[in-house]
């Protein structure tokens, strides 16, 4: 007896494996669409906050490389040389003093906010599409990425509901400072860490509190143990990365925690007496395995090569200006342009928040109920708001002569290294969490609070709404560097001097060395260094003789008088910077000028692609 069809499981071996296989994905594809329908909601609200972050950067998405952010041009350029820096630990050729700039004595890496951890991740995308696209993409998930970290917070550890939960993380991750210090400052914006810091921070004093009556299963009360644990080795892998990503954003997000920490205590000391001791401990477990980690970097930082023990950066002068704080950000919708006069820079509109959203938010404050937290966040941010004022108040522009409380602090380790008016952005996350907390109330209402404190926080929000990010072209890189003609006159990990060379208030020629995924190091540049008084932090360092003569000859035009005591400068120079090749595009200002000068000090010139090169 004979049939066609299979009398065996492994007659048709084939078709079994694809009925088994469609058996097992089956399952996979119907979990993974339920996953989907599950958190469809906080989906939503990703994709509207990437929507966002991708309208308000959409200037420079045409061609990255070929656009630039308007008001901030020199730090674009230097945070895209950062991520062609730190993009070549993927090829293994990273440390934390870079010779890639500051010719022959280099940068030290962790004195600088050069975002290492960012460089690192999105390495791929540097050295496949370039560090202008990474940095366009960093700067719009910087503020899509935090908007939903903390809508995740309010939502999932303060049980708020969606859309007051919405509407706090929108405002942490769009207000005014977060938009203004997205113009270049992506150390400043890359606060996605800060929620989870906070989560993991609560979840310690959690782990640490036994409760009232609480047991530990044993039939005596304590901590629980493991959860403690767990908390502290998280949070010290937060810390950890976010120090390699912003110190500065750590140490304001600690300074909140602290103050907020403090103030709690005051009026819960039932909940303090209990978890106190196993949050002490949880902490000192964080900051031991933290250190292992950043003990060597951290020291570097401060007393390594190149290293710094200071800030650099005036107190008094970036001090928050009083008035500002009920005036509109003019990069928000109903912002003014006059209003710019009130801060120092178009990167620090940190504490234009608007009147209407003050007086929403101490509405909120006393309508909003969970007095504890309440208490904390109003104290929190009187601190931080009066931190930011600086050693001196000022109002209108004006110094007043009256103290401010920054002047308690000044001077300290570390303190010195953020700036006054930056306290402000603890401000964000602070008013949020009371708007959130008030909007949640009044959804869970019947009355007329149930529309009207939605309403009002909505109106209240509107005029700070965030405009597109100004951008503007900049010139193509030189074919010289774009077209890999740089290796015919400088081997890789050479020193090419470019004329004239890069300073803080010009870096433009740091470009060639981002476009060349920092192949070759440069003389002098824009960066902190040791080269203030006393060695002290300062920006840049020292112009040799023959930079500073070509950097004139770029400024005026005029050729000097070359003798014999210039060109054995120029040789001495060229010796000090490692020099394997000078070079000068077309594109230089007064090119003929500076081609003359440069013939007289090393002699007739390489024409190579379309740039004049000279091997010294």
């Keep these: 007896m004979s049939s066609a069809a299979p009398t065996a499981p492994d007659a048709a071996p084939e078709q079994a494996f694809r009925l088994a296989d469609q058996v097992n994905r089956r399952p996979r594809a119907t979990r993974l669409l339920a996953a989907v329908r ?79 951890a960012l460089g690192v991740i999105f390495a791929p995308v540097t050295l496949l599409l370039g560090a202008p696209v990474t940095f366009a993409l960093i700067a719009a998930a910087n503020l899509a990425g935090t908007a939903l970290a903390w809508y995740l917070l309010f939502h999932r550890t303060l049980r708020a509901r969606r859309l007051a939960a919405a509407l706090g993380g929108g405002l942490c991750g769009f207000g005014p400072g977060m938009v203004s210090q997205t113009n ?52 010290a892998g937060a810390v950890t990365a976010q120090v390699f990503i912003g110190e500065e954003v750590l140490f304001l997000a600690a300074i909140t925690l602290l103050v907020m920490s403090i103030s709690y205590a005051m009026v819960d000391r039932d909940l303090a007496r209990r978890a106190l001791p196993g949050f002490a401990a949880g902490l000192a477990i964080t900051a031991g395995l933290a250190l292992l980690v950043l003990g060597y970097p951290l020291w570097f930082q401060f007393a390594g090569p190149q290293g710094v023990a200071d800030g650099m950066f005036t107190p008094a002068y970036f001090s928050a200006d009083l008035s500002s704080w009920w005036t509109l950000s003019p990069l928000s919708v109903a912002g003014s342009d006059e209003s710019a006069r009130l801060t120092t820079g178009p990167a620090e509109y940190n504490t234009f928040l608007g009147w209407p959203l003050l007086l929403v938010a101490a509405a909120c404050a006393i309508w909003a109920g969970r007095r504890r937290l309440v208490f904390a966040c109003v104290v929190a941010g009187l601190v931080m708001g009066a931190l930011s004022l600086g050693p001196e108040v000022v109002f209108g522009g ?33 008013v949020a969490t009371l708007l959130v907390l008030a909007v ?177």
């Design 184 to 235: 270049s400052h992506l150390h400043m914006t890359a606060q996605w860490l800060v929620p989870v810091i906070v989560w993991l921070v609560v979840r310690l004093l959690r782990a640490a509190d036994p409760g009232p009556g609480s047991a530990d299963g044993t039939g005596t009360t304590g901590p629980d143990r493991r959860r403690l644990f767990t908390s502290a080795a998280g949070l």
């Design 398 to 430: 004006t110094r007043t002569a009256i103290p401010g409380p920054y002047a308690l602090i000044a001077g300290l380790p570390v303190v010195d290294g953020a700036l006054p008016m930056r306290f402000a952005l603890a401000l964000l996350p602070i």
């Design 440 to 616: 949640d109330r009044a959804l869970g209402s019947s009355g007329r609070a149930r529309r009207l404190v939605p309403l009002a926080v909505g109106v209240a929000l509107l005029p700070i709404f965030p405009a597109p990010l100004p951008t503007a072209g900049r010139p193509a890189v030189p074919t010289f560097i774009s077209g890999g003609h740089w290796r015919q006159c400088v081997p890789p990990g050479g020193v090419l001097v470019p004329v004239p060379l890069p300073t803080p208030k010009e870096p433009w020629p740091m470009r060639w060395a981002t476009a060349a995924d920092a192949g070759f190091g440069l003389p002098e540049g824009f960066f902190i260094g040791p080269y203030g008084r006393r060695g002290t932090a300062a920006m840049g360092t020292f112009k040799q003789p023959t930079s500073a003569l070509l950097a004139d000859v770029a400024r005026r035009g005029d050729q000097p008088a070359i003798g014999d005591e210039q060109r054995r400068q120029a040789a001495r120079d060229a010796d000090f910077w490692g020099a394997s090749c000078v070079a000068l595009t077309d594109d230089a200002p007064h090119a003929e000028s500076l081609r003359a000068t440069l013939e007289q000090l090393y002699g007739p010139p390489t024409r190579i692609a379309d740039a004049w090169t000279w091997r010294v």
């Design 38 to 116: 599950r958190h469809r909601a906080d989906l939503l609200a990703a994709l509207i906050f990437a929507a966002l972050a991708g309208w308000l950067t959409h200037g420079l998405w045409p061609d990255p490389g070929a656009r630039t952010l308007a008001l901030n041009p020199e730090d674009q350029t230097l945070y895209e040389w950062f991520l062609a820096v730190d993009a070549r630990a993927l090829l293994g050729d990273f440390d934390l003093l870079t010779d890639r700039l500051n010719a022959p004595d280099g940068v030290n890496l962790m004195a600088n906010t050069t975002v290492i």
